[in-house]
Structures are given as structure tokens and as C-alpha cells.
T-cell receptor
Framework: KNEVEQSPQNLTAQEGEFITINCSYS?????LHWLQQHPGGGIVSLFM???GKKKHGRLIATINIQEKHSSLHITASHPRDSAVYIC?????????FGTGTSLTVIP | DVKVTQSSRYLVKRTGEKVFLECVQD?????MFWYRQDPGLGLRLIYF???????EKGDIPEGYSVSREKKERFSLILESASTNQTSMYLC????????????FGPGTRLTVT
């Protein structure tokens, strides 16, 4: 059983579309992270949140602690958003990772 | 600008060779981690270290060992490389405590032939 489940696994969108990636988890958490992995492997931390909502540019992350669910939204998607998005939950010093959502944005 | 560096981006080794993967961070972080990433399996923790000379096994430590002689450096060792260790290896570091972000290195793509 995976502690962190992401959906969808793969997503193709047209440029400009609004995109949502979902993450559900089953462990108690101290924080949830959204990571972006570019082709070639480099990983960038997008958000770390423990409640509510955070916004950075066209990216929005929300978390519902009671429902153990988080969403990552991308508004006005662009081909440069094409990447793998990974949800990770943190319980003390232990991290649990989702398998990632591969996003392709077509011009 | 925070930085985690890994010694190689790409590495090709033969079965049975001893392989060293080096990771260095310049943020004075206490915690350092080694993950491997495989398609469909996501990131899996191999080992982590929360202090110099301290190490803890992660989810998949078999076939690996680690060394942390200095705070900024965390090495992953494959004692006798096997083809099933062909993977992307990612190092990360974080400060102590539950609310601190992990910072990742660029990754090393290891191929064992």
C-alpha cells in the first residue's frame, strides 16, 4: 500500500488550460511538499505547506488536513510547465513520496 | 543560493565494480538523504544521516552503504554493483526538524552493464 497516491499519472494539456494534480495520503503529516522534476532529473521544491493555500505565480497549492488531500493547480499552462510533479508528505524526518504526475503541455 | 551537488551526472559501471556516489551541500544542513528513482516506483529512500557519522537505513538499503565523515558530505557506496542498481540516484539535504524543506541535487544516472 502506498502512503501517498497521486492522480492522474499522466496528463496532457493544451497551452492555456487550467491543470489540477491531486495527492491523497494516509499517514499523519507535519508538512506536505510539491516538487517539480525537469527532464534530465533536477528536482525543485515548489511548495511546502501544512495548512490552507499557497500561491506562487501561476501555481497554487492547497491542502485539506481533515480529508488528507492536497491539490496543485497550474493556471494558464505553458509548454515550459511540462515536467513531473511529485507530492511528498513528511512525518517527522520520514518522507513518503508519490510516484509523480507526468505533465505535457502542448503549444 | 543554496546548493546540493553530486559528483557525476552520468556514470557507467560494470557488474561487480565498487561505485562511489558523492554528495556535497553548502547549507550546513544536519540531514542528508540518498534516494533512487525508478519509473513507476517514485523516489525510494536508501539511507539517511542526521549527523556526522550517524546513519539510518531507509526503505531499500540492501546492496548499499553510506559514509558521512564530514557534515557537508554524504557518500553512497555500491560495494559490488549489479544491473538491478541501474537507476537515477538523488541526494538531498534538509535542516533539522519537521518543517524544513529538502533541497535536491541534480541526480546521477547510473548504468550498470
Amino acid at each position: 500500500k502506498n502512503e501517498v497516491e497521486q492522480s492522474p499519472q499522466n496528463l496532457t494539456a493544451q497551452e492555456g488550460e487550467f491543470i489540477t494534480i491531486n495527492c491523497s495520503y494516509s499517514v499523519g503529516i507535519s508538512a506536505l511538499h510539491w516538487l517539480q522534476q525537469h527532464p534530465g532529473g533536477g528536482i525543485v521544491s515548489l511548495f511546502m505547506l501544512s495548512s490552507g493555500k499557497k500561491k506562487h505565480g501561476r501555481l497554487i497549492a492547497t491542502i485539506n488536513i481533515q480529508e488528507k488531500h492536497s491539490s496543485l493547480h497550474i493556471t494558464a499552462s505553458h509548454p515550459r510547465d511540462s515536467a513531473v510533479y511529485i507530492c511528498a508528505v513528511e512525518d517527522g524526518n520520514q518522507f513518503y513520496f508519490g510516484t509523480g504526475t507526468s505533465l505535457t503541455v502542448i503549444p | 543560493d543554496v546548493k546540493v551537488t553530486q559528483s557525476s551526472r552520468y556514470l557507467v559501471k560494470r557488474t561487480g565494480e565498487k561505485v562511489f556516489l558523492e554528495c556535497v551541500q553548502d547549507m550546513d544542513h544536519e540531514n542528508m538523504f540518498w534516494y533512487r528513482q525508478d519509473p513507476g516506483l517514485g523516489l525510494r529512500l536508501i539511507y539517511f544521516s542526521y549527523d556526522v557519522k550517524m546513519k539510518e537505513k531507509g526503505d531499500i538499503p540492501e546492496g548499499y552503504s553510506v559514509s558521512r565523515e564530514k557534515k557537508e558530505r554524504f557518500s553512497l557506496i555500491l560495494e559490488s554493483a549489479s544491473t538491478n542498481q541501474t537507476s537515477m540516484y538523488l541526494c538531498a539535504s534538509s535542516s533539522w526538524g519537521g518543517y524544513y524543506e529538502q533541497y535536491f541535487g541534480p541526480g546521477t544516472r547510473l548504468t550498470v552493464t
